[in-house]
């Protein structure tokens, strides 16, 4: 819910007031400290008054929010007073740690005014994050449910917070002037910033008015299931998100850095009021690309043909006449009795005619078959995506495509996820 704060009269003053609290050595009271300071960089907290003012505000205080957090991790005490500190809170690039005599910019050590008198392996790694004193907790894992519950869904709503202001802020600011706000309070990877900057504004058409909160479950959920490592999360990242609104998301994501997935993971991590429950994880994953070989699909007998499935090098696998003007494609991909939590399958079309169809089956070992997902092909796309996600114990995965006329679809890929052991060795996707 949000807070409706009165703007303040200058957004963004150019003096700041240091202030030293002190609070409770407790993990829960730290979480619920950061998380509730952390509400003053949300913009839907400020007043709207239809120029977007909240956001500028917010800008502020999630920099002077990362530059307390930063004073935090490099380990400033707390009861050093502001005098004793060197531009304490006083600007959103240059952080002067007195410990060490470092100064810690965002990309570069400035030493041209204190003598640096840490190692080069010390400087490194607290830029880094990599010195054992100044490193975040350890990341919640599947271990602790809960906790990586937490924290996933803290991760999630930062993601879809930076990729819902980029859509915003492609409309009223420069690519410079963004990158400085954003790398001036760190956490963020530039080089991948700008690839983010750079596709919402060539899709900002499509992308303006689209409520991104949505898909905060399934950016939750991709990161949970994969015990937040980020690449495996994009990877996982739900495909049933259309194309555009997926890809701009998976670039919010590969433009956080690790420290700053560790705070956030920290933070969330505190927050037992999640529930994953609904998560279904798979333990193993395998892709088939039929275009390139036919991976040991079994054509079952359709009709008059005893094999309702042809494989086709480049195309995949395509269906066959099985009497009159009808064609059909029915093939399965085998196993021992496996659980299932998941399956994609994808199919290309030509010529759409009349009676046309695609269903997607889960075979257990006693029938029938349980229909997992449909689709009917229309003049207006070629290509098809069937998706689905559950539990069920099968021992074949079968296809049946279909249509009268003409024999111009194939299927050229499946995706197969599950739980225990895989019946088909290493993972390939």
């Not at 399934?218 to 299931?225: P, S």
């Not at 499935?309 to 003007?325: C, D, E, I, R, Y």
């Not at 496996?338 to 010529?351: D, F, R, S």
Request: proline share 5%; aromatic share 8%; charged share 20%.
């Amino acid at each position: 819910m949000s807070k409706d704060w009165l703007l303040p009269a200058v957004i963004d003053p150019p003096d700041t007031v240091c202030v030293t609290i002190e609070i409770p050595k407790d993990d829960t009271h730290i979480g619920a400290f950061w998380g509730a300071l952390q509400e003053l960089a949300y913009s839907y907290n400020w007043e709207w008054d239809g120029l977007k003012s909240g956001l500028a505000v917010a800008r502020v205080w999630e920099r002077q929010i990362d530059i307390a957090s930063e004073l935090v991790r490099t380990g400033v005490n707390c009861m050093l007073d502001c005098d004793e500190v060197e531009d304490c809170l006083e600007t959103s690039t240059i952080i002067t740690i007195i410990e060490g005599e470092i100064t810690i910019n965002e990309t570069d050590i400035i030493n041209n005014t204190t003598e640096i008198t840490e190692n080069e392996t010390n400087i490194t790694n607290i830029i880094t994050g990599g010195n054992d004193s100044n490193v975040y907790p350890v990341l919640p894992t599947e271990d602790d449910p809960d906790q990586l519950c937490g924290a996933a869904h803290k991760i999630a709503l930062e993601i879809i917070v930076l990729t819902e202001q980029t859509v915003l802020d492609v409309g009223l600011l420069t690519l410079s002037s963004w990158l400085l706000a954003l790398l001036g309070i760190g956490g963020w990877l530039a080089t991948n910033l700008s690839l983010l900057w750079t596709y919402i504004l060539a899709n900002e058409i499509a992308l303006t008015g689209v409520d991104f909160d949505v898909y905060q479950d399934q950016v939750a959920e991709a990161l949970y299931c994969a015990d937040l490592d980020m690449p495996q999360a994009i990877i996982d990242l739900d495909t049933g998100i259309p194309a555009l609104r997926r890809d701009a998301l998976i670039k919010a994501m590969q433009s956080v850095t690790d420290a700053q997935i560790a705070l956030w993971a920290f933070i969330g991590s505190l927050d037992d009021t999640q529930d994953c429950s609904a998560y279904i994880c798979p333990d193993w994953c395998q892709t088939f690309d039929f275009k390139a070989a036919p991976h040991g699909l079994v054509g079952l007998p359709f009709g008059g043909s005893p094999s309702a499935a042809l494989w086709v090098s480049g195309s995949g696998w395509k269906g066959v006449n099985t009497g009159g003007s009808d064609y059909n494609l029915l093939g399965e991909m085998q196993f021992a009795l496996t659980e299932i939590v998941e399956v994609e399958i994808k199919v290309e079309w030509g010529t759409v005619e009349v009676n046309a169809g695609i269903t997607l089956y889960g075979r257990p070992a006693t029938p029938p078959s349980d229909v997992l997902d449909t689709a009917t092909p229309v003049a207006s796309s070629t290509t098809y995506i069937l998706n689905w996600s559950g539990s069920g114990m099968y021992v074949a995965i079968p296809v049946w495509a279909r249509q009268s006329i003409a024999p111009n679809f194939h299927l050229v890929e499946m995706t197969i996820r599950g739980k225990g052991t895989s019946p088909y060795g290493a993972d390939n996707c």
